[in-house]
């Protein structure tokens, strides 16, 4: 197996926007796109501005997935699987402050949220060019998540956590599912837990917020149009 790393900031525009220059130059294809990157509820701002949840969890795979879109249409059949979480469920999107960083467990709830109707709009975007997309709660996972709380905070949670949580190889199960199984291609713009789509809320639904959101996110990413020109003047 050949394995490349790269490597990119993606609570900056233009680190996402470099990767993906030098990616589309070195690689051919691009089959399997998995939107994994993300940052807890934490008070604190991207390089551009953003709410580091907000930013660093929907703005920014929302820009370099419109940045890579044309290589996957290319590479298609293909997949997008971008991470969520179920705490989606407890908050709904505020278009009059997309940017809200008050009390950063809403913001961390709103960004995932983001991520499940980034899904569905991709998906709709898509379906006539063969490109897949779905979400996926992979579970509440052991991690180093905990490392910029108090040493008091991260011993309580750690043994929260490890009564209650699951491992990252446990978490991969339904991420790997998603990018492999012939059974996602029927709930393309699904949310899949468990190995498994799985009914979403009355808030996380709305064909209409998908839209708004979508367009919301270009202008402030600095994309023109849906699949990824940028303005001009962007950052």
Not at 17 to 45: M, Q, T
Not at 144 to 170: E, G, N, P
């Amino acid at each position: 197996m050949n394995v490349r790393f790269w490597s990119l900031n993606m609570a900056n525009l233009q680190s996402i926007r470099n990767f993906c220059k030098e990616f589309l130059k070195n690689e051919s294809r691009l089959d399997i796109l998995i939107n994994s990157d993300g940052v807890p509820a934490v008070l604190d701002w991207t390089d551009n501005g953003f709410s580091m949840c907000f930013g660093v969890n929907h703005l920014g795979p929302f820009l370099l997935t419109n940045l890579l879109i044309d290589r996957l249409k290319s590479c298609s059949p293909s997949r997008i699987v971008t991470i969520t979480s179920n705490v989606h469920k407890y908050q709904k999107l505020d278009f009059s402050d997309l940017n809200y960083n008050i009390v950063p467990l809403f913001t961390y709830c709103r960004s995932k949220l983001a991520n499940v109707y980034f899904t569905q709009e991709m998906a709709r975007q898509m379906e006539r060019h063969g490109v897949t997309a779905c979400a996926v709660h992979p579970g509440y996972v052991v991690g180093d998540w905990t490392s910029q709380f108090s040493f008091l905070f991260r011993i309580v949670m750690y043994v929260f956590t490890s009564l209650f949580f699951i491992s990252c190889q446990a978490a991969a199960q339904t991420v790997i599912y998603c990018a492999i199984s012939d059974d996602v291609l029927q709930h393309n713009g699904g949310y899949f837990s468990d190995s498994k789509p799985c009914k979403l809320r009355p808030n996380a639904q709305d064909a209409g917020i998908a839209k708004k959101l979508w367009e919301a996110s270009e202008a402030m990413v600095g994309l023109t149009s849906a699949m990824g020109h940028p303005a001009s003047g962007t950052r």
